[in-house]
């Protein structure tokens, strides 16, 4: 699967949109992208995935670059429960179907803040 | 989604001993999978938990140290073996249906502390 890069950290006013930037020029035809947090102290928590396509749903959108070489992930209105760490993986199904392995990179950590 | 339980939540353990995690989904799952986060860094992924077979474990990770069993669609566990301070961690069970490029859930971690 494709390697991601993601800037270490970020703060955003609480109310106004986070947008979350990652790379992953490697990534090849049949790769998705996905995005999941990690709240302190609780397992990750999926947000949203995307192939080319940009995605909305109740959580985030997920803006997908023509070239797939990037994404942004938007959280529309960041609110302090918000705060925690954002991993961008880029993951693939095997020969059989299946999916590939979730690889969790170091992540964003995002600090929303009044 | 997969609503996913791990018992026990936190546990203080002696250096030499072993521990035993249980991991219960809510539903038939194909894919069920455990990870470790030591402290202050990201998931790594120890071995997928395969039904009535043995455990397949990534590269650093040996079947001697992180015996796996799932016996069944709904329920693994993963025992860590002869810890020691280095092994504190948390770990994470995680499921999927593995069909296509589906959705990963994962469970609430257990919080290991070794002594």
Redesign the interface.
């Known amino acids: 699967d494709a390697k991601t890069t993601q800037p270490t950290s970020m703060d955003c006013a609480e109310g106004r949109a986070a947008n979350l930037p990652c790379n992953h020029s490697t990534i090849s035809g049949n790769e998705?992208v996905y995005w999941y947090r990690q709240i302190h102290?609780?397992?990750?928590?999926?947000i949203i995935?995307g192939l080319k396509n940009n995605e909305t749903n109740e959580m985030a959108s997920l803006i997908i670059t023509e070239d797939r070489k990037s994404s942004t992930l938007i959280l529309p209105h960041a609110t302090l429960r918000d705060t925690a760490v954002y991993?961008c993986i880029v993951?693939?199904?095997l020969n059989t179907?299946?999916?590939s392995?979730?690889?969790?990179?170091?992540?964003t950590r995002l600090q929303v803040t009044l | 989604s997969a609503v996913i339980s791990q018992k026990p939540s936190r546990d203080i353990c002696q250096r030499g001993t072993s521990l035993t995690i249980q991991c219960q989904v809510d539903s038939q799952v194909t894919m069920m999978f455990w990870y470790r986060q030591q402290p202050g860094q990201s998931l790594t992924l120890i071995a997928t938990a395969n039904q009535g077979s043995e455990a397949t474990y990534e590269s650093g990770f040996v079947i001697d140290k992180f015996p796996i069993s799932r016996p069944n669609l709904t329920f693994s566990t993963l025992t860590v073996s002869n810890m020691s301070p280095e092994d504190s961690s948390i770990y994470l069970c995680s499921v999927g249906t593995g069909q296509g490029v589906g959705e990963q859930f994962f469970g609430p971690g257990t919080r290991l502390t070794v002594l």
Do not use: D, I, M, V
Request: hydrophobic share 15%; charged share 10%; net charge positive.
């Open positions: 998705y102290s609780q397992g990750p928590q999926y995935h991993y993951r693939g199904t179907g299946t999916a392995k979730l690889t969790f990179g170091t992540g």
